[in-house]
T-cell receptor, first 112, second 115 residues
Framework: ELKVEQNPLFLSMQEGKNYTIYCNYSTTSDRLYWYRQDPGKSLESLFVLLSNGAVKQEGRLMASLDTKARLSTLHITAAVHDLSATYFCAVDSGAGSYQLTFGKGTKLSVIP | EAQVTQNPRYLITVTGKKLTVTCSQNMNHEYMSWYRQDPGLGLRQIYYSMNVEVTDKGDVPEGYKVSRKEKRNFPLILESPSPNQTSLYFC??????????????FGPGTRLLVL
């Protein structure tokens, strides 16, 4: 059974600071996804990571994937209040299956 | 406009009364999926479909049924709802044909309360 663990689950940080959210998963997988959810809203896709060493960046967010360590990171650079949201990683079960398992999410609050 | 729509958006029902939540996408996506979101548990996949007439179980399929008779529609059926199915439900879709750009598009959500 695939398990996906995110940490921290809650993160309060000041504007301008850097921080990293971690996503560990328990079995070999082909794909890892990051999503953002604003309070009371639906989910928005941020990144799709498909191979070992993949790195993608969008604005102040950068995601990377280490398939050997079964670890993905979402790095936040110089946080701004608009980044306050809950961030989820999700991993597919591999072998061509598209069954997705999500982490519990990291609720990020950026304080002015 | 590319979108995933769900209906209804809010629903209050009673135990045992069959209901269907509809999901439709206008992007000609092959893949569609249903999730439920519960506080402290994150999102859990209920069922997914790789294409018409192809469906498979996710992590929490018990008490749910799905069908995929048309590419654009993927309804979620609760034949005998119970209070533990009170949750926020999301439908999502994505394309396989875009290669690495397999972004999932999520619907707005359906908030279900089973009394």
């Amino acid at each position: 059974e695939l398990k996906v663990e995110q940490n921290p689950l809650f993160l309060s940080m000041q504007e301008g600071k850097n921080y990293t959210i971690y996503c560990n998963y328990s079995t070999t997988s082909d794909r890892l996804y990051w999503y953002r959810q604003d309070p009371g809203k639906s989910l928005e896709s941020l990144f799709v990571l498909l191979s070992n060493g993949a790195v993608k960046q969008e604005g102040r967010l950068m995601a990377s994937l280490d398939t050997k360590a079964r670890l993905s990171t979402l790095h936040i650079t110089a946080a701004v209040h608009d980044l306050s949201a809950t961030y989820f990683c999700a991993v597919d079960s591999g072998a061509g299956s598209y069954q997705l398992t999500f982490g519990k999410g990291t609720k990020l609050s950026v304080i002015p | 406009e590319a979108q995933v729509t769900q209906n209804p958006r809010y629903l209050i029902t009673v135990t045992g009364k069959k209901l269907t939540v509809t999901c439709s996408q206008n992007m000609n996506h092959e893949y569609m999926s249903w999730y439920r979101q519960d506080p402290g548990l994150g999102l859990r996949q209920i069922y997914y479909s790789m294409n018409v007439e192809v469906t498979d179980k996710g992590d929490v399929p018990e008490g749910y049924k799905v069908s995929r008779k048309e590419k654009r529609n993927f309804p979620l059926i609760l034949e005998s709802p119970s209070p533990n199915q009170t949750s926020l439900y999301f439908c999502a879709s994505s394309s396989f044909t875009l290669g690495p750009q397999e972004t999932q598009y999520f619907g707005p959500g359906t908030r279900l309360l089973v009394l």
